[in-house]
Each structure stands twice: as structure tokens, then as C-alpha cells.
């Protein structure tokens, strides 16, 4: 059986004092879930949520990260410096950084490898925009984003990363796609991995839905036979919503 994952995209909100508080609040709330908890957060906030998730099971992953390990990249941060200070998870190939930043699939297979490199583990976005899904090009857009962001990777790599299916039309509008719509969709990403890299490899790799996820709809979406949780936006800014996504079975 595969474990459910529920990881908040704080995107760029949030203060240090913000997420000491959020956690502090958290922490209580999530203590007995057997859900991995994880908090992905602006990089300023990142010391302090470490230091405040010590001795919690709330995991802490960055946004994005670069792929070279140091050099002249002004503004940027590694895999290497966000090891360093013990983050374990990081965000990799969002659509606001494909859309806004210049993110492309090439870039995101590069980030994977070195996510890998330096011990992070890569929660990788992929999802197709409302004008590819009305063209019928759901399936392609997303099996081959998926095909290329593991491009190169060891099967016990592709293992252990974290796939978010996020349909870029349902990001931050309150649009959801339907549980069996989702499910399908990301079926369609594990037939693509098992195609290339076995059955038994497809079946453990953790394939997450994104896109307007609320503690109104968390359990019908996760209960499917496909989708392993979720990744969480604009709901994973109050402590006791983002809990009861955590622990949507209840
Ligand atoms: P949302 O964002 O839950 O606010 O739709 C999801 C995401 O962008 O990861």
C-alpha cells in the first residue's frame, strides 16, 4: 500500500513568525495522523520552520531550488545549500514557475537529478492548461512532461519521487477536477512510468492531485484507487484547514 502524502504550497506568503505560529498550531493537530505531513515554503522561512518542526512529523520542503550545486547564479539557491540546513523535500516544475520563470521540461529534469544528488526528495508538478485539456491533449501533455522530468533517473529514483498532478486550470480558481476525471489522469502517469520503467516500480511511486484541494473535498479525492494525497495551496495558509486535509479519512 502505498502512504498518502498532503503537502502545503505556502507559494510567497508567510513570515517567519507566521510559520512558527502556523506550526506551533499545527503540530498538535497532526500528531497521530499516518499521513506524511509536509510544508513547502518561501526559503526565508525555512530555519525557522525547521527549528520549530524539531520533534514534530511535519516534514519541511522548499519551492525550487537550481541545479548547479554553487557559481555565479545571482539569487538563486542549490540542492547542496538547502540539504545543509536539513530540508528534506523540495518542489520541482510548479506551472507558476514553468509559466512565470522560465521553467522548462529540460530544467525540471535537471533539478530532479540534482534534488537527488544532494539527499532532497522531488515533489515534481506536472498538469496540462484549460486549452490542452479541451484539445483532448490531457494524456500527452502529462505523460510527457512526466516521460521527460525522469529522464536519465535509476528506478529507485523514479521510486521515490513524488509526482503532483495539478491541472493548471483548477490551480487557485476553486475549480476542482472531478475524483474520477483526476484519477484518470493520473492512472494514464502510472501507465507511463510502468511502460518505461515496470509494473512494480509504477505501483509504488506517489502521485499526488493539486488544484483547489479543500477539506470539502480531500476525502472523496483521496480515496481514490490512484491519487496518494495531495499538494495543497491557497487551504494549506490556516493551520486547522490544512489539518483537516491531513486527516481527511476522519
Ligand atoms: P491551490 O494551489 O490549492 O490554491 O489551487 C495548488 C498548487 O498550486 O499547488
Redesign the pocket.
Known amino acids: 500500500m502505498r502512504r498518502k502524502v498532503i503537502a502545503g504550497?505556502w507559494k510567497m506568503n508567510m513570515l517567519p513568525n507566521e510559520a512558527i505560529n502556523f506550526i506551533e498550531e499545527l503540530a498538535p493537530l497532526v500528531k497521530d495522523t499516518k499521513n506524511e505531513v509536509v510544508l513547502c515554503m518561501p526559503y526565508t522561512d525555512l530555519f525557522y520552520a525547521l527549528l520549530t518542526a524539531q520533534n514534530t512529523n511535519i516534514k519541511i520542503g522548499a519551492q525550487n531550488m537550481h541545479f548547479e550545486e554553487t557559481g555565479a547564479y545571482t539569487g538563486e539557491i542549490s540542492g547542496k545549500m538547502l540539504k545543509s540546513i536539513n530540508v528534506e523535500y523540495v518542489i520541482i516544475g510548479?506551472s507558476e514557475r514553468r509559466q512565470y520563470f522560465n521553467e522548462t521540461d529540460e530544467t525540471v529534469n535537471k533539478k530532479v537529478k540534482a534534488a537527488f544528488q544532494y539527499g532532497l526528495k522531488p515533489i515534481v508538478c506536472v498538469g496540462e492548461t484549460l486549452e490542452q485539456r479541451e484539445a483532448g491533449q490531457t494524456e500527452e501533455i502529462i505523460t510527457k512532461q512526466t516521460e521527460l522530468a525522469l529522464k536519465g533517473l535509476t528506478e529507485n529514483q523514479v521510486e521515490n519521487t513524488i509526482i503532483a498532478y495539478?491541472p493548471i486550470w483548477?490551480?487557485?480558481t476553486g475549480k476542482t477536477a472531478t475524483k474520477e476525471d483526476a484519477n484518470h489522469s493520473i492512472k494514464s502517469i502510472r501507465n507511463k512510468i510502468a511502460q518505461i520503467y515496470g509494473q512494480t516500480v509504477a505501483n509504488g511511486v506517489i502521485i499526488q492531485y493539486?488544484?483547489?484541494?479543500k477539506s470539502t473535498n480531500a476525502k472523496e479525492l483521496f480515496e481514490m484507487s490512484d491519487i496518494d494525497g495531495g499538494?495543497?495551496?491557497?487551504?494549506s495558509l490556516k493551520a486547522d484547514e490544512f489539518s483537516k486535509i491531513v486527516k481527511f479519512e476522519n
Do not use: R
Not at 210 to 213: T, W, Y
Not at 231 to 235: E, F, K, P, T
Open positions: 504550497n510548479h495539478e483548477a490551480i487557485g493539486g488544484g483547489s484541494v499538494l495543497v495551496g491557497g487551504a
